[in-house]
């Protein structure tokens, strides 16, 4: 046996709570900063950009091939088989110079396809060169890409560049320079758009074609690179407004390793997931080149943004690091914990009791505060989670949609609370919306925390929800530790779906109820419906059996105890059938004002069309009211007819009315059933219930512990 010495467990679990909330808040937080950052295609290249902002590098001051930054990402990697072969097929060595080779590889890029399509490629190296080559795709990326790639196997050194439209986001564009040794000057290609810029002394380099835009130089001219390939740009004009668009958002690529970034085993598993994930890979292994902003006022908030950006990241990496190794430490201290706590709360524990309350009065809120109020006084050590609590505050119950959100809520909240601790779980479950609203849930995190859980169950509409609800609502009832049913039609109706159940009867409190002998005056009897107003109790059918009695007893009276939808077509079906003025509307009738309603009541009706083990009718057999019902559901084994009561078929008045005028006009039978029946409701009293939950409350926690196996540490 695990034996806890010390101060409760419950403390130290409280703590790692309190540390699996600080965990999850490290985590959220940076998530939730980061994410507008990353909805968008262009947000999240703008993130990349501020993770590799550079600025020790300034653009504005150019270098030589030979001398370049120190943070500059040189190739050292040999160029790959297929770009040397197409450069020696190519004939590259026999052309005279740098600048001449470069115009021979941009050329074959721009007219070895029949047409170029454009289009992002997205790819590794050597695919994004062959579907440019064969197939016509590609970008501007794709082709600044390609370019380099074959100017590497040529030996011919190069840089790129880029100018953005969006303050350095995903929208741009990039074009390259080479170095041409011989005249010692980078010369600047646009090979995508097939241009190159030139002035009086030639191919211009970046820096220079840069000047001349933003000094509107006439002097400026573009000049095709492949004059039998497509133009970028048709007229000349929308050329000029594209480059102009861009001249104060210039910005330096920091490295032609190309190969190196194409060969990390990291970016190429990456890559054929995401081309985001594969640039973030990129960046984390080192590979990645730094990106170098030319400083310029028009552009200056857009470089400070990438600056905050770039000094958050690390923040919100360091939150997001320190959030998952909380979590991650919390979770295994409160899984080490889970003995010690099973064992206190087997010891100390208290039982949850999880149900409604009235208002509104109904069978299952009845009993709920009939068990909690019992339980109470036997001195167990119970508490309640309502599941239909006052609106707080008061004006959400006012708004539709509004107050379920924030009833849920507090709900799973206060579930989480009183969880803790609980030696047993015990949930009023009903079908339908009820079941996912308000068993689930809780079903779930005692489930997740170890805690026995009885799901006791009391829809008559239960063959219905098991045959046609989600798979998850049998799943659930199977893990249950006990599955509990107050009548013998539940536990049948469970065993065609396959589960077990036990039967603990619905409880009466007898002390309430006074049992009176029948005693029918002989011209002004009063029946009884003790139903709420609603569909599935079909009320119409009484009051017509009603109707009936009253051409025997004209003087008899009906009340109808409930509330509901129905309300005002039963008070119009009163006034067609000429008895409105012989039907009394009580109203919902609080629960402690019910006896003094079947002390008045000399038969009671049930015309319910589903139902499992009504309290109605429990209550009226405590009472020594007769009983004449429907059949529906679980009440034959509730109400034995010809002994307790009589039973009727589902919707037949004129069955209903003779079998109540029987009992009216045959008192010696009336009392008959009057004895069987409150000799039948002590089954129902407490002191006969009592016994069976608080052994289901100890066989739940027993189940538990056969179900989970021990660890080998307990310690707090």
């Known amino acids: 046996m695990l034996v806890i010495s010390g101060a409760s467990p419950w403390l130290s679990e409280g703590r790692w709570r309190w540390g699996q909330r600080l965990g999850w808040l490290l985590v959220l937080l940076p998530l ?14 703008r993130l990349r950009n501020a993770l590799v902002l550079d600025e020790s590098v300034n653009p504005a001051i150019d270098w030589p091939a030979s001398a370049p930054p120190p943070s500059f990402k040189r190739e050292q990697a040999p160029a790959s ?12 060595a026999e052309l005279p110079g740098p600048w001449e080779r470069s115009l021979a590889i941009a050329s074959h890029l721009l007219s070895s396809a029949p047409v170029l399509t454009g289009g992002p490629i997205q790819s590794d190296l050597q695919r994004t060169y062959q579907r440019i080559v064969q197939d016509g795709e590609g970008y501007c ?68 074609v840069r000047a001349a835009l933003l000094a509107r130089d006439a002097e400026l001219r573009m000049l095709p690179i492949a004059p039998k390939a497509r133009p970028g740009y048709v007229e000349d004009a929308k050329a000029w407004e594209y480059y102009h668009r861009g001249e104060t958002q210039w910005f330096q690529w920091l490295g ?39 400083p310029m006022a028009e552009s200056q908030a857009a470089h400070a943004h990438l600056r905050r950006l770039k000094t958050a990241l690390p923040l919100l990496g360091l939150s ?29 524990g208290h039982v949850l009791l999880v149900g409604p309350l009235p208002p509104p009065a109904g069978g299952m809120a009845n009993q709920c505060e009939q068990l909690l109020r019992l339980l109470k006084a036997e001195g167990v050590q119970v508490r309640l989670l309502r599941n239909n609590p006052p609106y707080r505050p008061a004006w959400t119950g006012r708004v539709p949609v509004l107050r379920a959100v924030v009833r849920l809520l507090a709900y799973v909240l206060a579930a989480r609370r009183e969880i803790r601790g609980a030696r047993v779980v015990h949930i009023m479950a009903n079908s339908g919306w009820a079941w996912h609203l308000f068993v689930l849930p809780v079903a779930r995190l005692a489930l997740g925390r170890g805690v026995p859980l009885i799901i006791n169950y009391r829809g008559g509409l239960a063959d219905e929800f098991l045959s046609q609800g989600p798979a998850h609502v049998r799943r659930l009832l199977s893990r249950a530790d006990l599955r509990v049913t107050p009548s ?56 017509r059996a009603f109707a009936r009695v009253r051409e025997q007893f004209p003087a008899a009276r009906l009340i109808v105890a ?6 005002a077509a039963l008070q119009q079906l009163c006034e067609q059938l000429q008895i409105a003025a012989a039907v009394e509307f009580a109203g919902r009738v609080n629960n402690a004002d019910m006896p003094t309603l079947y002390q008045r009541a000399d038969l009671a009706l049930n015309a319910s069309t589903v139902d499992n083990m009504p309290i109605s009718i429990l209550e009226a057999f405590a009472s020594g009211v007769p009983v004449v019902s429907t ?15 009589l039973l009727v078929p589902i919707g037949d008045a004129e069955a209903m009315a003779a079998a109540a005028l029987r009992l009216l006009q045959d008192l010696d039978l009336a009392r008959r059933f009057s004895l069987a029946a409150h000799a039948e409701a002590q089954r129902y009293a407490w002191s006969a219930v009592k016994p069976l939950w608080l052994a289901a409350y100890d066989r739940a926690g027993l189940a538990r512990q056969a179900a989970v196996a021990p660890f080998p540490s307990a310690s707090a």
């Open 32 to 45: 939730l900063i980061l994410l507008p950052q990353v909805l968008g295609s262009t947000d999240r290249v």
């Open 141 to 208: 990326g794709d082709f600044v890409r390609s370019f380099m790639a074959l100017a590497h196997a040529a030996k011919i050194p190069t840089r790129s560049w880029g100018f953005a439209f969006d303050g350095f986001g995903g929208h741009g564009h990039i074009w390259v320079e080479i170095w041409n040794e011989p005249l010692a000057r980078w010369q600047l290609l646009d090979v995508f758009n097939n241009v190159y810029f030139s002035r009086s002394q030639g191919p211009l380099s970046a820096h220079e």
């Open 562 to 567: 409930g509330e509901g939808p129905e309300r």
């Open 631 to 645: 059949d529906a559901g679980g009440i034959p084994d509730l109400l034995e007819s010809g002994r307790t009561g």
């Open 488 to 543: 013998a039609f539940l536990q049948r109706v469970f065993a065609k779906h396959g589960l077990s159940a036990e039967i603990i009867p619905n409880i009466i409190d007898l002390s309430r109820f006074k049992a009176k002998t029948p005693a029918v005056a002989a011209s002004a009897p009063v029946l009884l419906v003790a139903r709420n107003l609603e569909p599935i109790y079909d009320n119409a059918t009484a009051i």
């Open 320 to 348: 997001l690091a320190a959030g998952l190794v909380l979590l991650l430490l919390s979770a295994l201290r409160l899984r080490r914990l889970r003995p010690a706590l099973q064992a206190w709360s087997r010891e100390h």
């Open 256 to 294: 032609d390793n190309l190969e190196s970034y194409d060969r990390e085993p990291a970016v190429r598993i990456t890559g054929s997931l995401s081309r985001s994930l594969e640039q973030f890979a990129a960046i984390a292994t080192g590979v990645y080149p730094g990106m170098a902003i030319w």
């Open 81 to 92: 088989a297929v770009f040397v072969e197409q450069v020696r097929k190519l004939g590259l």
